[in-house]
C-alpha cells in the first residue's frame, strides 16, 4: 500500500509548484495547485504542461488515478487534503501568514510541508498554532527532475513526521535525505559555497564566465554527478586533500555578503532568464532556446545517471 496522501495540496505555483504538481500527481496522487491571481494560474497551467511534456520524454511512469486541478480559492484547495507542500516566495513574513490561513482551515494531523530554501523551520513555526506538524521539504530545481528531497525537522517537528514524510518521498521513487536543522540546509550550504568562491574568481577577473562555466562543468559537475564529495576523497586520496587544503583552503573567499557586482546588476534590472539578461546577454528567442538546451541536457544525464550504479 502507498504512503503518498490520496489528496495533496500545493501552495504557490511559481517556479516550482508545477513540477512538483505533477510529481505528486504521476504517482497517483489528486493535487490541487493554489495561487493568489488567475494569472498566476495560468501560467502554471502553461508551466504544468511543459513538465507534463518533459516527465514523458524521460518515461516517468504514471500511476492511474493521480491529477493536477487549478484555482485560487483556499477552501477548495484544502478541503480533504492529507499533505499541504508550501511553495510560496521565500520571505518568513509571507509563510508565517500562509501557515495561518492554512492551520485555520485544516484539522491538526494534515502535515505541512515547506519548500523553504534554507529559512530555520524552527523559526518558521514560532507563529503556529501546532508547530509539531511544520516539516522542511526542499525540493531541488527542477522538482520533477531532481529526484531527491531534503527532509528537515526543526526543533518543535514532531518526530513521526519524518518517518511519514521519508515514506511519502519514496512512494514517488525519489531519495529522501534526512538532516539536522542548519541555515540553508546541506544542497544550499553546499552549492552557495561554491558559488561564493565562484562570484569572487569572476569579480576579480581571474577567468571569464565562459571559462568558469566549462572549468565548473566538467572539473566538477561531471564527477561530482557520479561519484559524491566523499566517495571523491577516497577517489582522490586523503593525502591529497590535506596537501592542497593546507594551503588554498586559507586562500578561498570568506565574504558574508552578496558581491557588488551582483547588487549593481539587480539595480540594473538583470535579473538572469526572467528579465532577459543576467550574467550573460541574451537576444530575441535565446532565453527559451536556452531554457529547452538546459532541459533536454537535464533529461539525457537523468536517463544515464538512473542507469548506472550509486558509487
Ligand atoms: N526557484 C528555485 O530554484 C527554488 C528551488 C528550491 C526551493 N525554492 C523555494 O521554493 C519556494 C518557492 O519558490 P519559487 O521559485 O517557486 O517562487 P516563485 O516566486 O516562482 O513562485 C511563488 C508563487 O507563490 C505565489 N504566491 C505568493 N503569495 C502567495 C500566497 N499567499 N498564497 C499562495 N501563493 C502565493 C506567487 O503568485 C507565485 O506564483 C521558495 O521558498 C523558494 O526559496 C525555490
Ligand atoms: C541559485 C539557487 N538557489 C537556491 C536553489 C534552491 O533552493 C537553487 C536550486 O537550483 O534548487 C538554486 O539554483
Not at 576523497?233 to 558574508?256: P, W
Request: charged share 20%; hydrophobic share 40%; aromatic share 6%.
Amino acid at each position: 500500500m502507498t504512503s503518498l496522501p490520496t489528496i495533496a495540496t500545493v501552495i504557490g505555483s511559481g517556479t516550482m509548484g508545477p513540477g512538483i504538481a505533477a510529481t505528486l500527481a504521476r504517482a497517483g496522487a489528486t493535487v490541487r495547485l493554489y495561487d493568489i491571481s488567475d494569472e498566476a494560474i495560468a501560467r502554471a497551467e502553461s508551466a504544468y504542461g511543459i513538465v507534463t511534456g518533459v516527465l514523458e520524454a524521460v518515461g516517468s511512469p504514471t500511476v492511474p488515478g493521480g491529477s493536477v486541478s487549478f484555482g485560487t480559492d483556499l477552501d477548495e484547495a484544502l478541503a480533504g487534503t492529507g499533505l499541504i507542500i508550501e511553495a510560496v516566495p521565500e520571505k518568513l513574513e509571507l509563510k508565517q501568514k500562509v501557515f495561518a490561513d492554512i492551520e485555520a482551515r485544516v484539522g491538526d494531523d494534515v502535515i505541512i510541508a515547506t519548500n523553504t530554501s534554507g529559512i530555520p523551520i524552527t523559526t518558521m513555526a514560532e507563529s503556529m498554532s501546532h508547530p509539531g506538524r511544520l516539516i522542511g521539504m526542499h525540493w531541488s530545481n527542477p522538482p520533477h527532475l531532481i529526484p531527491m528531497i531534503e527532509i528537515i525537522p526543526g526543533q518543535a517537528t514532531d518526530l513521526a513526521l519524518v518517518d511519514k514524510l521519508v515514506e511519502i518521498v519514496k512512494a514517488f521513487n525519489y531519495t529522501p535525505v534526512v538532516e539536522k536543522e542548519i541555515p540553508g540546509f546541506v544542497e544550499n550550504r553546499v552549492l552557495y559555497a561554491i558559488l561564493r568562491e565562484c562570484m569572487a574568481l569572476l569579480e576579480e577577473g581571474i577567468v571569464t564566465p565562459e571559462g568558469l562555466d566549462a572549468c565548473v562543468k566538467w572539473g566538477i559537475g561531471y564527477k561530482l554527478s557520479v561519484v559524491g564529495p566523499t566517495r571523491l576523497l577516497d577517489m582522490a586520496g586523503l593525502d591529497i586533500y590535506q596537501a592542497v587544503s593546507s594551503y588554498l583552503n586559507k586562500e578561498l573567499d570568506v565574504s558574508t555578503d552578496t558581491p557588488q557586482f551582483i547588487k549593481d546588476k539587480i539595480a540594473a534590472g538583470q535579473l538572469g532568464f526572467k528579465s532577459g539578461g543576467g550574467m550573460y546577454e541574451y537576444g530575441e528567442g535565446d532565453v527559451d532556446a536556452k531554457r529547452k538546451e538546459i532541459i533536454t541536457g537535464l533529461i539525457a544525464a537523468r536517463k544515464t545517471l538512473s542507469s548506472i550504479p550509486n558509487v
